[in-house]
């Protein structure tokens, strides 16, 4: 028998419902990742999994089937741009499926979760609610959060050493001519000003495209303005100073390091400030297998750059940082995404690596108090694993469609046939990666094309889409708040 309208059970449930909808929590998970990371397949993934039912066993609220539904809420924020789901879901879908493009700006979305909780007092209140808040962003963006600790002096001097020493000869020389022209501390002059913001912009682009794992170079709004584009916020750009010299009023240098100041001010800080300093929690992706592949230069680079941007965070240590977070982070998961690309017995060595690289960041993170953790991860698994007999030999490959142009032992793929690839071995010892003059892993990369993502067939069901571990992920960040 329903109880009647005045039993204590049902005026505490109305009570209850009345609660949840007013104050239902809000978890702001950041996905943080440099450019290709990740951070965009690993957020529709998410999103798809949770909405349209996944394969999560390791996901236990969902797992113990607590998990009524998740829906996706209008934007919380009318001044962000929505994360474009089903867009992504549609490239996704496409025949031949297409991976989403580079992200190009800043765009949020939020999910509700409605579920039982395992606790027997609140289960009385019947369905609980979380709200769960992603934002995501272009990778290149995140570079520039070191700047906030930067001088205009200190910066210029960094800038302008790699330029010299990494791409002197290549894809900085245009540049370096020109600064090797001008007298910074001659009377400023806007059109001196619009060429070498010009030239360097150019340079960025250049030593970019030439080494696609390279992540130290920024400000991130010269490779990806967003809408700042032809912004004067961008008409500066790293000058020769001698550390010794006054910078005279009025002079060139003096115009550049106010505007570096206001680019800090005007274009970091708030994203630091808007999207940055309310999380709490955070999954950081990392694209380890690439640079690996590289050699050691490109993991020092990738260990440098993540090192710098998670210095910024500082979980729990005292800083002008900490009165504008007010929140800390108190569960922090690395992973080293795109995991299906090398063999389920090489993950461990994966994450043993992913370790080393975030060392310092997971140092502090953990003596601020904050719950850190390591993976190996595949949002969206686009091969699966098989044996190849080759002699007498069985060696473990993995199957998947490579991207038509993807090249491979003198043979180019068409993207349309499947392709068996033994992907080589990670190092045994993590630590013979690291070294800046550790020789490329020998890995055989190639990119596969994304498993298609179909629509709800009639009956309104979805099939599950493939991952490695995506669910252990989740249920890292998520899982105590559905207790
Ligand atoms: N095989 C495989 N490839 C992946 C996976 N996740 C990402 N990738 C590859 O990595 C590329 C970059 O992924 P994105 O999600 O766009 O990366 P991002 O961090 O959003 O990059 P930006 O928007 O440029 O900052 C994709 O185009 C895929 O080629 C995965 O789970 N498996
Ligand atoms: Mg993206």
Same mark, same amino acid.
């Given at each position: 028998m329903p109880p009647s309208d005045d039993t204590p059970r049902h005026a505490l449930h109305r009570a209850g419902l009345f609660l949840t909808d007013m104050m239902t929590p809000t978890l702001r998970l950041g996905v943080t990742g440099l450019s290709r990371s990740g951070k965009t397949v690993f957020i529709t993934a998410l999103i798809r999994n949770l909405v349209s039912g996944g /394969? %999560? $066993? @390791? @996901?236990f609220p969902e797992a113990e089937g607590r998990i009524e539904r998740a829906y996706l809420e209008p934007q919380p924020d009318d001044a962000v741009p929505r994360f474009d789901y089903e867009e992504h879901l549609e490239t996704l879908g496409r025949d031949p499926p297409q991976w989403p493009e580079s992200t190009r700006r800043l765009s949020q979305l939020r999910i509700t979760i409605e579920y039982r909780s395992a606790l027997p007092l609140r289960r009385l209140f019947g369905i609980s609610r979380l709200n769960l808040d992603v934002v995501d962003y $272009? *990778?290149?963006? %995140?570079?520039? &959060? $070191? &700047? &906030?600790?930067?001088s205009y002096e200190t910066w210029s001097a960094a800038a302008v050493g790699t330029a010299r020493t990494r791409h002197g000869g290549g894809p900085a020389k245009q540049w370096l001519d020109f600064l090797a022209s001008?007298? $910074?501390?001659a009377r400023k002059d806007e059109q001196v000003a619009l060429k070498g913001a010009r030239l360097f912009a150019e340079y960025l682009r250049a030593a970019r495209a030439a080494d696609h794992? &390279?992540?130290?170079? *920024?400000?991130g709004r010269f490779l990806m303005p967003g809408d700042l584009e032809g912004s004067p916020l961008l008409t500066f750009c790293p000058l020769p100073l001698d550390g010794k010299r006054h910078v005279p009023r009025g002079s060139l240098a003096a115009m550049m390091a106010r505007r570096f100041d206001s680019y800090k001010s005007h274009v970091v800080r708030p994203f630091f400030r808007d999207h940055f300093s309310r999380l709490d929690r955070q999954i950081v992706l990392v694209d380890v297998l690439g640079p690996l592949n590289e050699g050691g230069q490109a993991v020092a680079d990738l260990q440098g750059a993540l090192d710098a941007v998670l210095a910024? @965070?500082?979980? *729990?240590a005292s800083t002008w940082l900490t009165a504008l977070i007010g /929140? /800390?982070?108190?569960k922090l998961l690395f992973a080293a995404t795109k995991a299906d690309h090398i063999n389920s017995s090489s993950h461990d060595r994966l994450e043993a690596i992913l370790r080393l690289i975030t060392e310092r960041a997971m140092g502090r993170a953990s003596a601020a108090g904050a719950d850190v953790g390591v993976q190996a991860l595949a949002a969206l698994r686009a091969t699966h694993e098989a044996e190849a007999k080759v002699g007498d030999e069985l060696l473990p490959c993995i199957v998947g469609v490579p991207m038509p142009g993807e090249r491979l032992a003198g043979r180019t793929f068409n993207g349309k046939e499947e392709a068996a690839i033994f992907p080589g071995d990670l190092p045994r010892n993590p630590k013979d990666a690291l070294p800046p003059d550790a020789a490329p892993a020998g890995l055989h990369f190639v990119r596969f094309r994304p498993p298609r993502v179909l629509p709800p067939g009639p009956d309104g069901e979805t099939a599950p889409l493939p991952h490695i571990r995506l669910d252990r992920a989740l249920d890292f960040l998520l899982a105590d708040w559905l207790a």
């Open positions: /394969r %999560l $066993p @390791f @996901f $272009p *990778g290149e963006w %995140l570079i520039d &959060l $070191p &700047l &906030l600790e930067e001008v007298d $910074p501390y794992v &390279l992540h130290t170079t *920024g400000p910024v @965070f500082r979980m *729990g /929140r /800390r982070i108190d």
